[in-house]
């Protein structure tokens, strides 16, 4: 969705060294955001970020603006499922919508061989692949690790609006999600202990308001009592107006 970062950079290097052609998509889609105000206050620059893509040897930017994608009259929405209705799907309702609907146009367009996604959004990642899948697109869905500052922020196009305390408050989100790690990796199996240290962490922080912590099944999405299969430990916070999400994959 543009105010591209070293993130998007990992995936056009991705990209260019696997692909032939590589395309960049820019859209700020209305219909993912459920507030107005946060769909008039994302951070957009459209120059600066075809300079991006430039510099990384990208073949084509796709920036259409919305009635382009949206003309008169569309009436369609494209829903998945159950991966859809949690987490993400639970805290903004409709999200998951657009998502699917306005990705289905852009791969309906595009026509790409292979699609990069950045894992910090993983459920995004899980809902598009199942949405490909279904509807019997021939696009390939990649994750690609998330991209982090040096503190372990993960990087997003939002961390522009924190404030100078509030940057220096967001690194909790990771060193939760790392303590949760650490006491799985030490042989901790109940979900619920594992919810209690992020919440724990997070709790150690006044700027952070926690959305919600999450241990739950990778494939499904389905909030778990004991990990004994590979688990998606993610969590969601707001520092002032700006809310962020990570995630660490385990098992």
Same mark, same amino acid.
């Given at each position: 969705m543009g105010w591209l970062h070293e993130g998007h950079r990992a995936l056009m290097q991705q990209a260019r060294a696997a692909d032939a052609t590589t395309v960049v998509t820019i859209f700020v889609n209305p219909r993912q955001f459920d507030v107005a105000s946060d769909f008039s206050r994302y951070p957009r620059n459209e120059a600066r970020d075809i300079g991006v893509c430039e510099s990384e040897g990208i073949d084509l930017v796709f920036a259409p603006e919305p009635p382009e994608i949206y003309p008169p009259g569309f009436d369609t929405?494209?829903?998945?499922? =159950?991966? =859809?209705?949690?987490?993400?799907? $639970?805290?903004?309702?409709?999200?998951?919508?657009?998502?699917?609907?306005?990705? $289905?146009?852009?791969?309906?367009?595009?026509?790409?061989?292979?699609?990069?996604?950045?894992?910090?959004?993983?459920?995004?990642?899980?809902?598009?692949?199942?949405?490909?899948?279904?509807? =019997?697109?021939?696009?390939?869905?990649?994750?690609?690790?998330?991209?982090?500052?040096?503190?372990?922020?993960?990087? #997003? #196009?939002?961390?522009?609006?924190?404030?100078?305390?509030?940057?220096s408050a967001a690194p909790v989100i990771h060193r939760a999600l790392l303590a949760a790690r650490g006491r799985w990796e030490a042989g901790e199996q109940s979900a619920e202990a594992l919810r209690r240290v992020m919440r724990e962490a997070l709790a150690s922080e006044p700027l952070a308001v926690a959305d919600y912590v999450s241990v739950a099944d990778a494939r499904t999405l389905a909030e778990l009592e004991r990990i004994d299969a590979p688990a998606l430990i993610s969590m969601a916070a707001s520092f002032g107006s700006t809310r962020l999400i990570d995630n660490e994959l385990v098992g």
């Open positions: 929405m494209v829903s998945v499922g =159950a991966l =859809a209705k949690p987490l993400e799907g $639970a805290a903004r309702p409709g999200h998951f919508d657009g998502v699917a609907t306005v990705v $289905a146009i852009l791969f309906d367009l595009i026509a790409a061989d292979h699609a990069y996604f950045g894992q910090k959004d993983a459920q995004q990642v899980m809902v598009i692949r199942q949405m490909a899948r279904d509807l =019997a697109i021939g696009t390939e869905v990649i994750a690609c690790p998330t991209v982090r500052e040096p503190d372990g922020l993960a990087l #997003s #196009s939002r961390n522009v609006h924190l404030s100078l305390a509030e940057r």
